[in-house]
């Protein structure tokens, strides 16, 4: 069964460097997700992108964050300069297309530190 | 998008049938009931979505109602690796981004 993958499994960083987060999505899925997931608290979602831009974003995903597909595969999640509070864990989920019967599927997480 | 309220936590016994049961009052025409579980340190999984009365998987069925104000999961027979977290989220195709609540963490003993 194919599935989204994540990279790496655990990144940890000092405050104010900057991450990228990698993912690779299903291949035949066109919508690309960021969530993320404090330890601890909900599922909050981060950002949707189609068609190689930004559909929705949530009040969390601030000009810190960016998201990019450099090529045809990958899908990324950069955090320009990290603070404490963006420790969690980061999930990138992918769905063939965006209505409610499609299905989104999540990949295993980054677990990020922020020390 | 409609709220849910599902328990915060069950527990359960080996081979038994557990049922977790969320209330949405708000739900919309257009809106489906969707469920998610997840495992420590992983991401959600989809496991069942429906619009009313019964759907089945393999893995679980989902009971709707006719007023649809309400929804159940039922796992028939469950063993120790059930033990997760079952989200209960509300989707329509206005938007596509999942809403997730606390979920009901179910706890499966020998």
């Known amino acids: 069964e194919p599935e989204v993958t994540q990279t790496p499994s655990h990144q940890v960083t000092q405050m104010g460097q900057e991450v990228i987060l990698r993912c690779v999505p299903i291949?035949?899925?066109?919508?690309f997700y960021w969530y993320r997931q404090i330890l601890g608290q909900k599922v909050e979602f981060l950002v949707s992108f189609y068609n190689n831009e930004i559909s929705e974003k949530s009040e969390i995903f601030d000009d810190q964050f960016s998201v990019e597909r450099p090529d045809g595969s990958n899908f990324t999640l950069k955090i320009r300069s990290t603070k404490l509070e963006d420790s969690a864990m980061y999930f990138c989920a992918s769905a063939a297309a965006s209505g409610y019967t499609d299905t989104q599927y999540f990949g295993p997480g980054t677990r990020l530190t922020v020390l | 998008l409609a709220k849910t309220t599902q328990p915060i936590s069950m527990d359960s016994y080996e081979g038994q049938e557990v049922n977790i049961t969320c209330s949405h009052n708000n739900i919309a025409t257009n809106d489906y009931i969707t469920w998610y579980q997840q495992f420590p340190s992983q991401g959600p999984r989809f496991i069942i979505q429906g619009y009313k009365t019964k759907v089945t998987n393999e893995v679980a069925s989902l009971f709707i109602p006719a007023d649809r104000k309400s929804s159940t999961l039922s796992l028939p027979r469950v063993s120790l690796s059930d033990t997760a977290v079952y989200y209960c989220?509300?989707?329509?195709?206005?938007?596509?981004?999942?809403?997730f609540g606390g979920g009901t963490r179910l706890m499966v003993k020998p």
């Open positions: 989220l509300v989707v329509n195709n206005a938007g596509n981004m999942l809403t």
């Open positions: 291949s035949n899925h066109l919508y």
